[in-house]
Structure formats: C-alpha cells, structure tokens
C-alpha cells in the first residue's frame, strides 16, 4: 500500500470511528472559502467535486437567509438533474482551503437544472418570508451556530464526458434581510423602571433591548410612575435599528425657598437642614417658617410632577400713638 493510499485509509477509519451518528465521510476536490454579504460582492469558481464553506455576517439581526447564487456554464446546463448539491451540518473538521476530507451530515440535496442560472436560498430562522420559485430552491434550517454554511457538489450520475468535469459554477452568496426594522430605547435609567408602548400596544424589547417593527411610521410612548412620560414619533427602516436617546425626568416634586437668612424650616415637624434637598411625596404636608419669635405655617396639596416656588415674609407692623 503506497503512503497516499495508507493515508486515505486511516483518515476513512478514523472519520468513520468519531464522526457523529448519522454523519458520512467524503472527499472534496477543493474547499472554497466564502462570504456572504449584502451585496454578493465576493465570487468564486466551485467545480463539480469541490465544497464551498460560506462564512455568515457576525450581524445576523436582521437576517432571515442566505441566498447562494450560482451561474452554471453553458456546457454543464446541457446535464442538468446530472449534479448534486448539498447542505451539510456538523462539519468536522473546520473548513479551510487546504482541507479536503470532512465528515457531516447531509441535510438538503437538490439538482442543478438546466438553467444558466440558479439560486439555492437558505433559510436560518423559522417564520422566515422566504419563498421557493422555479429559479430558486428553498433548502431546510441549517446549523449556523458555528457562523458558516457548507454546500457540496458531487455527480448524481455517470455519463458526464472527461471534458466537462473540469467546468465550474460561479458561487456568490448574499443576505436575505427580514421584513422588519428595529427600535432601541436608550434612556438614562434602568429599562425596569418604565414600560414601553407602541402604537397604543404594550411593547417588550429582547435580550438585546430591540422592538422589532414594520417599517413605516410609529408613536412611541414611555410611560413611568417614577418618570414623566415621553412620547416620540419615529420612521422605522427595514433591517435598521433606529435609536430613541431619552432622558427621563423624575415625577418628584421640587422645590425653591426664597426666605429672609436665618429661617429655620419645618416639613411636618421635622426641621430640614438644606433647603435645596428637600424630597417629598405627594399628599398633604405642613411646612413652618420660623425666625426669632415669628412663625409661619402653611398647609400644602403636593403632586407629582410639579415645582413649588416657596417665599416666606415675616411682616412687623409699627403702630405710633402720643
């Protein structure tokens, strides 16, 4: 046994012995390493016996698919339903480019038709939009936990003349955005402080604090016991998140005291030390100025909400008689 097979045959043995139930063991010609994006802007020849690893956004917010493109030479259309391809998970090993024994298991299969051009759409979330048509195939969920997708070509049959094997497809892969848009709310207080409200609907943000909406126009209340509300409106756009910035005022009544120096102040009988920090409730509250041997009281309604300018004058009134 020469030292290329030897090497074939413990690489079969020991793919077949740790490859996960279910998984099969192959050889590709050649690992095309790949990118999708919004624009397909990356392309790359994948021959017939060849695998191409499609590496995902790191954003997959708004991402419902993967969209491969694929142009077919004129030579290989005229074999159509001759080529396989195939959807595979759980890869092993890691794809790269010098790489070409893997074990995974096949997932989706599909032929080429006789087209000059076709599309192999991946879906990656469930309640995805994605539709089949007659120019492009809808494969099932796979695994993109690991941030790649794995498409393989093989034959389906035999027949195919030794001068077409060396024909390539042409591979770009491309974004498939959801149909909605986003909003965040970042406000200068815990998101557990307040609720949200869109369109007169309660609203609750993920993990990542997003509300997913349709694209358009939206009222967006916050609403707060603690917090005054605020009320935005916003213009949503398909696959962006639009940003609210808030800063949320407290409901607390305030306060300012303008009283001659020296007076002391009593806030239901208790004596307050710095006027400017006086916090109350709202309800009924008893204020008292004294100064020397005068006092004042004053009983006072507090809301929420509301500022409370505060002047105290202690009047002498002088009489003279003969």
Aim: hydrophobic share 40%; proline share 4%; glycine share 6%.
């Amino acid at each position: 046994m020469s030292f290329t097979k030897r090497h074939i045959f413990n690489f079969l043995l020991f793919a077949a012995f740790f490859a996960p139930l279910g998984a099969e063991v192959f050889r590709t010609q050649k690992t095309v390493m790949l990118a999708a994006d919004e624009n397909a802007s990356e392309r790359k020849n994948v021959g017939i016996n060849a695998c191409a690893s499609i590496k995902l956004p790191e954003d997959l917010t708004f991402v419902q698919g993967i969209e491969i493109l694929v142009k077919i030479p004129k030579v290989l259309a005229n074999f159509q339903n001759t080529i396989l391809y195939s959807l595979y998970d759980n890869i092993a090993p890691f794809p790269s480019e010098g790489e070409t024994d893997y074990s995974g298991k096949a997932i989706y299969s599909g032929l080429y038709p006789g087209h000059l051009s076709w599309s192999i759409v991946v879906p990656l979330v469930k309640g995805n939009t994605i539709t089949q048509s007659p120019y492009a195939d809808k494969t099932l969920i796979p695994d993109s936990s690991r941030g790649f997708i794995f498409l393989r070509n093989q034959l389906a049959m035999k027949g195919i003349p030794q001068e077409v094997m060396a024909a390539e497809f042409e591979v770009s892969a491309k974004t498939v955005f959801t149909d909605f848009g986003a909003i965040r709310i970042r406000a200068n207080r815990d998101s557990g402080e307040f609720s949200v409200m869109v369109d007169d609907a309660a609203a609750k943000p993920n993990d990542a604090g997003l509300i997913f909406l349709k694209p358009g126009k939206h009222s967006v209340s916050v609403i707060s016991e603690k917090f005054r509300n605020e009320v935005r409106t916003v213009v949503v756009e398909q696959a962006k998140t639009t940003e609210i910035e808030l800063e949320l005022k407290s409901v607390e009544p305030t306060f300012a005291f303008n009283a001659p120096q020296g007076t002391r102040i009593f806030v239901d009988g208790n004596e307050i030390a710095n006027a400017g920090e006086v916090k109350l409730e709202a309800g009924k509250h008893a204020f008292k100025f004294v100064l020397g041997g005068y006092e004042v009281v004053r009983n006072v309604e507090i809301q929420n909400g509301k500022h409370y300018d505060i002047s105290v004058n202690f009047e002498a009134n002088i009489k003279e008689s003969e």
